[in-house]
């Protein structure tokens, strides 16, 4: 047995309200009430959530609306713990993210350099895990002080969206490349020969040969990741305090 531990993506403290497992395909790259559910008898096996919270997480993704509520949080439990968020997928990221033309500069040069490496030892089926914390004012100082006025140093990035309303909303984001251990087998061979055939979209079904599967991966960060100067940034893009 082979096995690899990965430090989390998400180990700086940061309070995730989205989170995305994102390859570039879109045959069924939607999370569904059976995620909820799944995700729903997990929490209540740790005592933190209900499967209406999970289920309201999902049902207000698909608004494109990342500062509703619903999409970032659910239901609240008596005890004020917040739920365990679903998982969302490719077609749950309606709207793109904004980053600045030099952050979203390296974080492109990061997937294409790592998606490079990984099609070098024909991996395939691999995804991007990304988590969005909302940037509150009240935080701005604390992070300022440790990671420098624009948080440069800070272990993610800042991203904006803009929300049902059409207003930008400011982000902490948070990403990284998992699920690296599957290669272009012979079993991965036939399902792939399978599923074109079945599907007549070899751009849409998720396993794909390595090449194909960076090319599509990246193209898709392309369209979703994009530039935004600081002058067309609002002045107020934080969401209001919990």
Request: glycine fraction near 6%; aromatic fraction near 10%.
């Amino acid at each position: 047995i082979r096995f690899v531990a990965m430090s989390s993506v998400f180990n700086e403290g940061l309070e995730i309200d989205l989170k995305f497992d994102l390859k570039g395909s879109t045959i069924g790259r939607f999370a569904t009430t059976a995620d909820a559910q799944q995700g729903a008898e997990l929490d209540a096996k740790s005592g933190s959530s209900s499967s209406r919270a999970s289920e309201a997480v999902v049902s207000g993704a698909l608004n494109g609306d990342a500062s509703s509520s619903t999409y970032l949080r659910g239901s609240q439990v008596d005890d004020g713990n917040k739920e365990k968020i679903v998982t969302l997928k490719d077609l749950d990221l309606v709207n793109p993210l904004w980053f600045e033309p030099r952050v979203r500069e390296k974080v492109m040069q990061l997937l294409e350099a790592d998606s490079a490496l990984l099609e070098r030892h024909n991996i395939m089926d691999y995804s991007l895990l990304l988590g969005m914390s909302e940037a509150h004012e009240w935080t701005s100082d604390i992070y300022a002080e440790k990671y420098g006025a624009d948080e440069g140093s800070a272990p993610w990035f800042i991203a904006y969206q803009r929300n049902k309303a059409g207003q930008m909303r400011k982000y902490r984001v948070s990403m990284g490349i998992i699920d690296v251990l599957q290669v272009f087998s012979t079993r991965k061979k036939a399902e792939y020969a399978w599923k074109v055939t079945t599907y007549c979209n070899p751009n849409g079904i998720s396993v794909n040969p390595p090449g194909k599967y960076r090319q599509r991966f990246v193209s898709f960060f392309q369209e979703k990741f994009l530039s935004l100067s600081k002058e067309q940034i609002p002045q107020s893009t934080f969401v209001d305090p919990p």
